[in-house]
């Protein structure tokens, strides 16, 4: 089937629909989107247009479910285990320099983004959820309950816990149907939108079946239109009876096993006990509290944020982030459109990374072999520099302090660094 295509001016306002950015967000939104691991046949559904399905998608209105989760997340880096707490904002303590906890979701959850998981997920309505994360001699889990957030982890026996003040708000809102400011309010104005996104760079059309979980569904295939992107496709398997996401499959241009492979082996539509969303701290736990959870607080926002954010920052950023100040990233453009989209920036001083022939200080030779080994040197009219790659996301740090990084390959970046003298 040929996917419906539009040039339409307000393509980019649902890009964030359809287009990765970040890998870690692409892992966050598969675990949002409760999807799934294995399928195993094709089964025979009607036919249905890309529309169709989407429009199915934005219909669904599952508000029971549970099951278990496989996430596999694979950029060629090593896993970062424990490791990746520490560079999540706030790792290790809090900002006035207390020490943090363990059982923080915003360092353990980042511990998602590399290896593979085991997770049990239940949800019932919008303020009851469970995630939890299955090791094989721990759990960790994050469980809301109406306005009492808790996550708390078994190895250390730490528990984390803080106030949901939003979700007061959330439950009247979703009662009284009212959709948030901006965004379509009906499944055809959302499919619409995500297909009118798509434009001249993306293809969506629907590839086939297949059965996840031991459920039918259909196979939606999003895809870049442009040369140069890291990514292959994105692979998102659809319940042909209820519309929700059955199974999130990201592969990478390159070929190989897929970046991102993620979602359900296990899944049940029914309401979960009430009693899966209780929590009370297990004797001698050491509990946390933490800031409460607010909608619309800007108290984590970065302090070193430009009061002005550039003319051509993308529209979707955040407002917290345009709004916040100071001027960590006024120099941050963004080069191309849709898939091949290049961030460019400044690091501070306007030096590159130090080397063993640098003014700035020697480089001891074998920290600079190491250095070396991570990254392949590149020349072209902007000088010189170094690129550093994943399987999908790479970067070009240039010796005079500049970068520029996306899910594009090195030649992009060389050729967009060119361009840019």
């Not at 906890?101 to 049990?120: C, I, N, V, Y």
């Not at 592969?251 to 029914?270: N, R």
């Not at 006990?273 to 984590?300: I, M, Q, R, Y």
Request: glycine content about 12%.
């Amino acid at each position: 089937m040929a996917p419906y295509e539009s040039e339409s001016a307000g393509r980019r306002k649902a890009t964030r629909y359809v287009v990765p950015v970040a890998v870690v967000g692409v892992a966050a939104a598969t675990i949002g989107l409760v999807p799934a691991l294995a399928d195993s046949g094709n089964p025979d559904l009607p036919k249905i247009s890309a529309q169709q399905l989407i429009e199915k998608i934005a219909k669904s209105d599952v508000q029971q479910m549970s099951g278990t989760v496989k996430i596999s997340t694979d950029l060629g880096l090593p896993s970062l285990g424990g490791m990746a707490g520490g560079f999540a904002p706030g790792a290790g303590g809090s900002s006035d320099g207390k020490a943090g906890s363990s059982a923080d979701p915003q360092s353990k959850l980042m511990e998602l983004a590399s290896g593979t998981h085991t997770l049990r997920i239940a949800a019932d309505g919008s303020d009851r959820h469970k995630l939890s994360v299955l090791d094989d001699a721990a759990e960790y889990s994050v469980i809301h309950n109406g306005d009492e957030v808790w996550a708390y982890d078994s190895a250390s026996n730490e528990a984390y816990h803080a106030k949901d003040a939003a979700a007061g708000d959330r439950a009247a809102k979703q009662r009284k149907g009212e959709t948030p400011k901006g965004v379509p309010a009906t499944p055809k104005e959302l499919a619409d939108e995500v297909l009118k996104a798509s434009g001249k760079t993306t293809s969506i059309s629907v590839e086939g079946t297949s059965q996840v979980a031991g459920r039918d569904a259909y196979k939606l295939l999003v895809k870049p239109k442009q040369a140069g992107s890291t990514v292959g496709g994105i692979t998102i398997s659809v319940d042909a009876k209820t519309g929700v996401p059955l199974k999130f499959t990201l592969t990478p241009a390159g070929g190989g096993k897929a970046v991102v492979d993620a979602g359900f082996t296990k899944v049940d539509f029914s309401k979960p006990a009430a009693s899966t969303f209780d929590f009370t701290p297990p004797k001698g736990t050491k509990v946390t509290e933490g800031d409460d959870l607010k909608a619309g607080d800007k108290s984590h926002a970065p302090k070193d944020m430009p009061k002005d954010m550039p003319k051509d920052m993308p529209k979707d950023i955040p407002k917290e982030l345009r709004d916040a100040q100071g001027g960590g990233m006024k120099d941050l453009k963004v080069i191309g459109e849709g898939w091949t989209s290049i961030a460019e920036l400044k690091l501070p001083g306007g030096q590159g990374l130090p080397t063993g022939g640098s003014a700035s200080g020697d480089v001891p030779p074998e920290a600079q072999k190491f250095m070396d080994a991570l990254g392949d040197h590149v020349t072209g009219k902007f000088g010189s520099g170094t690129v550093f790659s994943t399987r999908l996301v790479n970067a070009l740090i240039t010796d005079d302090g500049k970068v520029y990084a996306g899910a594009v390959t090195k030649d992009a970046l060389v050729k967009a660094a060119n361009a840019a003298q």
